[in-house]
């Protein structure tokens, strides 16, 4: 090091801040309080009517979504001999900007249904393959 570094090292250890003015102390408070009730007031409005809503459409989801018992109807001949769901991929896209010109994220859901069918007389079978691809909603961004 040269002796100008150590001077201005030296120069900077000796340094100590200052105490902060009872003032300032009061308007960072009042500030940091304000954000505090700002942040309150949107957050849980924002959940309290969307809470019910997407209860709801969970609800209706269940209870209107097609089943699997057609192609029994249809082939009578035919039995159930294997069926199975893969597990539910839940990804969150890029955001998007909203007409109001708050950002939110869409939600898409991927799964897939697949049953085997065996004719027992014929020796015949039938795979039934379904892929599901949905937007299940959008997930609110907060920015500051």
């Known amino acids: 090091?040269?002796?100008?570094?150590?001077?201005?090292?030296?120069?900077?250890?000796?340094?100590r801040p200052r105490a902060l003015s009872p003032a300032l102390k009061a308007s960072i408070a009042r500030g940091m309080a304000e954000a505090?009730?700002?942040?309150?007031?949107?957050?849980?409005?924002?959940?309290?009517?969307?809470?019910?809503?997407?209860?709801?459409?969970a609800v209706a989801?269940?209870?209107?979504?097609?089943?699997?018992?057609?192609?029994?109807?249809?082939?009578?001949?035919?039995?159930?001999?294997?069926?199975?769901?893969?597990?539910?991929?839940?990804?969150?896209?890029e955001p998007v900007k909203l007409d109001d010109g708050t950002f939110a994220r869409p939600m898409r859901m991927r799964w897939s249904n697949a049953a085997q069918y065996r004719d027992v007389q014929a020796g015949a079978e039938l795979i039934r393959y379904a892929p599901?691809?949905?937007?299940?909603g959008l997930v609110p961004i907060e920015t500051y």
């Open 1 to 15: 090091m040269t002796d100008d570094t150590r001077d201005i090292e030296k120069a900077l250890r000796e340094l």
């Open 36 to 57: 505090n009730q700002a942040k309150r007031n949107t957050i849980i409005p924002f959940l309290a009517w969307t809470t019910p809503f997407a209860a709801a459409a």
């Open 61 to 93: 989801w269940m209870v209107l979504s097609p089943s699997d018992t057609t192609s029994l109807h249809v082939l009578p001949g035919l039995r159930l001999v294997r069926a199975e769901q893969t597990p539910t991929e839940i990804a969150l896209l």
């Open 132 to 136: 599901h691809d949905e937007i299940i």
